[in-house]
């Protein structure tokens, strides 16, 4: 598949359309028009990545996806890819380009979670998840710096709520997030004569992410307040599709309050999740959760 759009940067206005149209209306202006425009969406078999590609692509995009396990009901074409492969990621990524014939959009979703508390050592699963979520956008980022700046492109970075407002027993995927907007303004910086680039910081979501910190006993359930796959889905087209990009996008309304009590207010957002972690922890919630040990004997001998 190739096509030469006119590049994402032109500020097209979206033509008439149901799933656009909405969009627009969601944001109360014009949106970019998204039909031709090159996307290159990493971890695209996961829930995120499936609900993004099939939305694009039923908007007239031309998406490839990578993933380390591709599946057969992918809504786009798919192509296997390590994201920790130093070597492996440039190749993969030429491929995509190629079908492509060029890139406007990336969006880097890959990403995963686990149990990791900041009192414990970090071994294979902080450096894993640090190897995906940070280098491994980098890696995928670096790759396909060149076809953005030609296409004057753009990148939408899928952070978390924990890059700003860290939740316990999650040091690792929090520690990630955070570097990985350390990251983006460093490539905002950079290349932002060029290229847009936009964090967007969703809070939870159901998905097979928190499997992990679930089997662990580690389940922040009560500490978080899931929102939606659609809003998030909303938000990304939103950071993907307006005029100029945007620095900064958190998902939903509660989530911006977050967001500017963590950035301006963080004493107050501490107060609140520690006294939130001392309620649970006192209740039984990580009861045979050895992770959660140190806390749950900390809190029992606390004034």
Sequence with gaps: MSTTPTPLAAGRTARPGAPVTALRNLTGGALRDPR???VLVTGASGTFGRALCARLSAQGAHVIGL???PRDDDPVEVLACDITDDDGVPAAVATALEKLGGLDLLVNNAGI???APAERAPGAEVRRQLDINLLGTWRVTA???????????????LSSRMAVMQLPLAAAYGASKRALVAYADALRLELGTHVGVTCVYPS???????DSTAAAGLSLEGMSSYETLDGVVDTVLRAALSPRARRDMPTTRRGAVEFFLARHLPRLTDRVIARTLATRARGGAFQGAE???GVVARHKTAP
Excluded: E, F, K, Q
């Design 143 to 157: 790759a396909c710096v060149d076809a953005l700046v030609a296409s004057r492109g753009r990148v939408v970075m």
């Design 67 to 69: 993933d380390l396990a």
């Design 204 to 210: 939870a979501v159901r998905s097979p992410i928190h």
């Design 36 to 38: 031709g425009l090159r």
């Design 291 to 293: 992770l959660a040990a």
């Design 113 to 115: 979670g686990g149990p």
